[in-house]
């Protein structure tokens, strides 16, 4: 099948070529494209998903990217091919395209170019060669409840993290990594502050794509152990000055939040909340601030 692709793409390429070199569109666009085989499946269970959708989008404005947008459909199998741009531009001329997985059913999934690479982490995984193994979550979207005591008042640190890589002495069952806490299907997640008022939460892609994408913590819930939801408050970050809570009211607020990666890929983030009032929100960040 995939043979019979490629050939087909390669008189594709071929014609293209041969209508720019006499249409003169290489002078237009400065891009170099070649084709990408992909294959989208369900992340806990394997199964192939033929009609998701893949779309490079290069960008809203062409003027600006001087590069149409792409979208391919999945087969039966859940394969595709996309044809992928490198700028031949200078350094800086042009961004690289976001990916865009999406399917019927499931949780779309977005991944950001990365300048100078064809296929970004986030696509290419683990993968060492094509077909490039994209995996989708079925819906609905998972949900992240963290519950305190009745009369919890102060700091609180919610840590997240990938789980720890298999070893020979705790070997690993392929697509282990891929279920949330074992349990496939599973959405619904809560947990609770340790005696240090520290939350460790274990992300596998489920929680790390909702909780550990710009303004992920929007997805973490509070309440007490009556069962009473606690506003949250957000402020801290001007575009979401509206989820300004009113000062005297106890509540959950983000004072702080520490994303770290490493070669372009997630490692972990820290999250320090105050469970508290404005004025207790503003001496825990005044107690952050000053030196030791």
């Given at each position: 099948m995939f043979k019979t692709l490629w050939l087909t793409?390669?008189?594709?390429?071929?014609?293209?070529?041969?209508?720019?070199?006499?249409?003169g569109c290489a002078a237009h666009h400065a891009w170099s494209d070649r084709p990408v085989a992909v294959?989208?499946?369900?992340?806990?269970?394997?199964?192939?998903?033929?009609?998701?959708?893949?779309?490079l989008h290069y960008g809203s404005d062409p003027s600006k990217s001087a590069h149409p947008?792409?979208?391919?459909?999945?087969?039966?199998?859940?394969?595709?091919?996309?044809?992928?741009?490198?700028?031949?531009?200078?350094?800086?001329?042009?961004?690289?395209?976001?990916?865009?997985?999406q399917a019927p059913g499931y949780i779309g999934y977005w991944i950001d170019g990365q300048p100078g690479r064809?296929?970004?982490?986030?696509?290419?995984g683990d993968s060492a060669d094509e077909p490039y193994l994209i995996r989708l979550y079925s819906?609905?979207?998972?949900?992240?409840?963290?519950?305190?005591g009745d009369r919890f008042r102060g700091p609180l640190t919610v840590h997240l993290a990938p789980p720890l890589p298999a070893s020979p002495?705790?070997?690993?069952?392929?697509?282990?990594?891929?279920?949330?806490?074992?349990?496939?299907?599973?959405?619904?997640?809560?947990?609770?502050?340790?005696?240090?008022r520290h939350v460790e939460i274990v992300a596998a892609p489920l929680l790390a794509r909702e909780l550990c994408r710009p303004l992920g913590f929007c997805a973490i819930h509070f309440r007490n152990r009556e069962g009473r939801e606690l506003l949250s408050?957000?402020?801290?970050?001007?575009?979401?000055?509206?989820?300004r809570a009113a000062p005297e009211v106890v509540c959950a607020r983000l004072i702080y939040r520490d994303p770290k990666s490493e070669n372009g890929r997630w490692r972990e983030t820290f999250d320090l909340y105050?469970?508290?009032?404005?004025?207790?929100?503003?001496?825990?960040?005044?107690?952050k601030t000053e030196p030791p």
């Amino acid at each position: 099948m995939f043979k019979t692709l490629w050939l087909t793409i390669l008189l594709t390429c071929l014609m293209c070529a041969a209508v720019c070199t006499q249409g003169g569109c290489a002078a237009h666009h400065a891009w170099s494209d070649r084709p990408v085989a992909v294959r989208v499946i369900d992340a806990e269970t394997g199964r192939p998903l033929g009609g998701a959708s893949i779309t490079l989008h290069y960008g809203s404005d062409p003027s600006k990217s001087a590069h149409p947008n792409i979208t391919r459909n999945t087969d039966p199998n859940g394969d595709a091919f996309v044809f992928t741009g490198a700028s031949t531009a200078s350094a800086g001329a042009t961004s690289p395209p976001e990916w865009r997985i999406q399917a019927p059913g499931y949780i779309g999934y977005w991944i950001d170019g990365q300048p100078g690479r064809r296929v970004p982490d986030g696509v290419r995984g683990d993968s060492a060669d094509e077909p490039y193994l994209i995996r989708l979550y079925s819906q609905p979207a998972p949900s992240v409840t963290i519950v305190v005591g009745d009369r919890f008042r102060g700091p609180l640190t919610v840590h997240l993290a990938p789980p720890l890589p298999a070893s020979p002495a705790a070997p690993a069952t392929p697509g282990d990594e891929w279920i949330q806490d074992g349990v496939a299907g599973r959405r619904e997640f809560i947990f609770s502050p340790d005696a240090d008022r520290h939350v460790e939460i274990v992300a596998a892609p489920l929680l790390a794509r909702e909780l550990c994408r710009p303004l992920g913590f929007c997805a973490i819930h509070f309440r007490n152990r009556e069962g009473r939801e606690l506003l949250s408050d957000w402020a801290v970050y001007p575009a979401l000055a509206s989820s300004r809570a009113a000062p005297e009211v106890v509540c959950a607020r983000l004072i702080y939040r520490d994303p770290k990666s490493e070669n372009g890929r997630w490692r972990e983030t820290f999250d320090l909340y105050v469970i508290g009032t404005a004025a207790d929100a503003r001496a825990a960040a005044q107690r952050k601030t000053e030196p030791p």
